[in-house]
């Protein structure tokens, strides 16, 4: 489902999505309002990306958006009037959302806004990042609960991790050779560009 959202007093304004020709929407997913989908995306069965309350939400080319994962938001306005605390500044532009390139939210991940997940990251599956970013390259493992953080790049989050405080956060470890996860979402944005392409082509 692909439709725009209702005028509020939180949202001023009825927008569409814009989602580029080369991303595959699964009929059984949900995509409203305030809502920017870049190249080669693909949003599988039962995911929901939802810019009817913060807004924009914004996801960057070659990444996925499982199944069942959850992107929506905070309210960002209140009558026409920006909430400035429940924005999050990416290259000079503000956004409820932003999700980089090459970025994989695996199954019922939540990336609840403000939030930023950067470029080459890979979240797992049912982890939540709400009031937090998440930099680029690093590998959120399932599980883990991210929460008014920043996670510094090319770090990992141990499975079922909780990270609440900045402290914690810069303990985390960094991703070495060695570690196990480290090419896990090359494979993941292969398969998934791949679904989108295909699955576009058999419409």
Do not use: W
């Amino acid at each position: 489902m692909i439709e725009k959202n209702v005028k509020t007093d939180f949202v001023s304004a009825v927008y569409e999505p814009v989602i580029d020709p080369s991303t595959y929407v699964h009929p059984l997913a949900a995509v409203i309002g305030h809502v920017i989908l870049g190249k080669n995306i693909m949003v599988a069965p039962f995911a929901a990306v939802r810019g009817d309350e913060g807004h924009p939400i914004f996801v960057g080319d070659n990444s996925n958006i499982q199944d069942g994962v959850v992107i929506h938001a905070l309210e960002t306005e209140k009558e026409g009037n920006p909430i400035e605390q429940n924005l999050i500044t990416i290259d000079g532009e503000k956004y409820a959302v932003y999700v980089g390139k090459n970025v994989s939210c695996a199954h019922q991940a939540q990336i609840h806004g403000p939030a930023a997940v950067l470029d080459g990251t890979f979240i797992g599956m049912k982890s939540l990042v709400f009031r937090s970013i998440v930099e680029e390259n690093c590998v959120v493992e399932p599980g883990c609960i991210l929460v008014g953080v920043r996670v510094a790049a090319r770090r990992y989050v141990p499975a079922g991790s909780v990270v609440t405080n900045q402290e914690a956060a810069d303990r985390l470890p960094m991703i070495t050779e060695d570690y196990p996860l480290k090419s896990l979402n090359k494979g993941v944005l292969h398969v998934n560009t791949t679904l989108a392409r295909e699955y576009l082509k058999s419409k």
